[in-house]
C-alpha cells in the first residue's frame, strides 16, 4: 500500500527530574493530546521532554498502525527521499523536542562525531549512539540558561570580585588567567586566542576538580555573600552584568542543587534569557546547562549527554573538561538570525492577519532546521514549497487542518505529524489571534540539505 506522506505520530516523553510536574509540563499535555492507551498525565510526576522522531531511546509511532516510524521509513525510503536516505542513512537525520524545564538540566555538553564514536564504543550504556549532537533551542515560553563561555573579561572581573571563587581555583590558576588573558581578552590574532582558550581549559579544568571539603566551605562564603550583598554582589556584576541577578541566581540554584560545583561554574558562562520565539544554537562540544522554561529543541539525532553538575546522573567530568571548544563569546553571538522563510505562499487571509513563517536554518549543518508558522486568524492558509526530505509538524497553540494532498487532518495545541519528503504540506488556521497576537502556531521541524 502506497504510504501517503502524511502521518500522525504518537510520541514519548520521559521523565527525567528536573521536568515540570504534572499538567505544568508543556512535553506531557502535548503527549496526552494524542490518543495512546499507556499515557495519562499524573499530577506529581515530573515530565521533561517530548520526544518526535526515530532515536531508538523513545521511537515515535504511527498513531493509526502502531507500527514505528523507523520502520517506516526503513520500509519505504521514498519517505525520506533519496538524497537525505543516502547521506544519513535510512532514518530521520534529527531529533525533534518539546523541553519543559521545572529545574536545571546538567551542566552538559555533547561530543562531536568522532568523540561520540570513541565513547560509544568504550560504554555504550552511557554513550547510547555514536552521533554528534549540535542542537538548536527556541523558545516557547520566556527561557533561561547558562550557555558557552562569557567573555574573558567578565570572568577576570568575577575571580576579582568573588574571593570564595578565587580561593576554590587558588591564586596561582587564578593569577596565571588573569596574566594570559589581560589586554588580550578581544584580541582575533589566532596565538593569542589559543592562548586565552588553554588558559581558560586550565582555569576551568582546577574548578571542576575541586575537592568536596573546599567546595562546601566556599559555597557557604559564596551563599553568605550572594544573601547579604545584594546589588554589590560580584563588583556589582562587573562590565556587563547585574549583581543583584547574579546573587538571585546563586540561591535559587543552590535551593535545587545544593552545594553544587555548578554554583560557581556560572561565572564561567554565559547567563543567556530568550524571549518567546527567540533561538540559540550550540555546536558539539559547547558547554551549557538549561534553566527554565518551555521549549522546541532541534538536534542532529543522537542522546549522548557528557555531564559535570546539576544532576544526579552519571557524571564524566574529565571527558567534558578535555572535549570542551573553550570558545568564548558575548550573548548576543549565541542568539540566531530569524530570517522570514521564503518557502511558503500565504492565501489573502493570511497576509491580512500579518501571519508570519520564521525560519531557523544553522548554516554549519544539513541534519535539520525548524520553520515556526503562525496563522493569525480563521481561514489563513499557508501552502509549504516541496522540499527533497522528511519533516516533522508539532502545534504549539490553537487549531486548524493539516493536508497533504487529498488527505487531511485536524491539528491542534499538541498533534505531531510526520510529512514525507516532496509532499505539499499545507495548513489552514481555524483560530484568531488571541491577545498574545497569534491563532495557530506550529513548528516544523526538516531536513533539506
Ligand atoms: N540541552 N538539552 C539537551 O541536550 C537535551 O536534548 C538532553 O536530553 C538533556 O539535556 C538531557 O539532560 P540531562 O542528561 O537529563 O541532564
Ligand atoms: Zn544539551
Known sequence: MVQVPLIRLQCGCNSYDWGKVGKSSAAARFAAATPSDG???QEEKPYAELWMGTHPSLPSKDLETQRSL??????????????????????????????????????QAHPNKKLAEQL??????????DNHKPEMTIAVTPFDGLCGFRPLAEI??????????????????AKNFESTVKGKETSEDDSDVQANKKALQSVFTKLMNTDKAALESATDELLKAASSEGASFAGEGGPSNDGQELA????????????????????????????????????????????SGDIIECMASSDNVVRAGFTPKFKDVDTLTSMLTYSY???????????????????????????S????????????????????????????????GPSIVL????????????????????????VGSTATLVIESETDADDGGEGLVVFKAYCDP
Open 39 to 41: 499515557f495519562s498525565i
Open 329 to 355: 563569546a558575548p550573548i548576543d553571538k549565541q542568539k540566531m538570525e530569524r530570517p522570514d522563510y521564503s518557502g511558503v505562499k500565504f492565501n489573502a487571509t493570511a497576509y491580512s492577519s500579518n501571519s
Open 120 to 129: 560509544h564504543a568504550k560504554d555504550p550504556k552511557n554513550y547510547p549512539d
Open 248 to 291: 538571585d541566581l546563586v540561591v535559587r540554584l543552590n535551593d535545587q542543587f545544593p552545594k553544587d560545583i555548578g554554583l560557581f561554574v556560572q561565572f564561567f558562562l554565559n547567563y543567556v534569557k530568550l524571549e518567546v520565539g527567540e533561538a540559540m544554537f550550540l555546536r558539539a562540544d559547547d558547554i551549557h546547562a538549561y534553566l
Open 70 to 107: 523507523l520502520e517506516l521509513v526503513q520500509d519505504n525510503q521514498q519517505l525520506l527521499g533519496p538524497t537525505v536516505a543516502q547521506k544519513f542513512g535510512d532514518k530521520l537525520p534529527f531529533l525533534f523536542k518539546v523541553l519543559s524545564i521545572g529545574k536545571a538540566l546538567s551542566i
Open 357 to 388: 513563517v520564521i525560519e531557523y536554518n544553522p548554516q554549519e549543518i544539513d541534519e535539520f532546521a525548524v520553520v515556526r508558522a503562525a496563522l493569525n486568524k480563521s481561514g489563513a492558509k499557508a501552502t509549504f514549497n516541496d522540499i527533497d
Open 156 to 173: 577576570s572581573h568575577f575571580l576579582q570580585h568573588i574571593p570564595s571563587l578565587r580561593k576554590l581555583i587558588g591564586e596561582e590558576e
Open 395 to 418: 502545534a504549539t497553540k490553537g487549531k486548524g487542518t493539516i493536508s497533504v494532498g487529498n488527505k487531511s487532518e485536524k491539528i491542534e495545541e499538541g498533534s505531531v505529524f510526520f
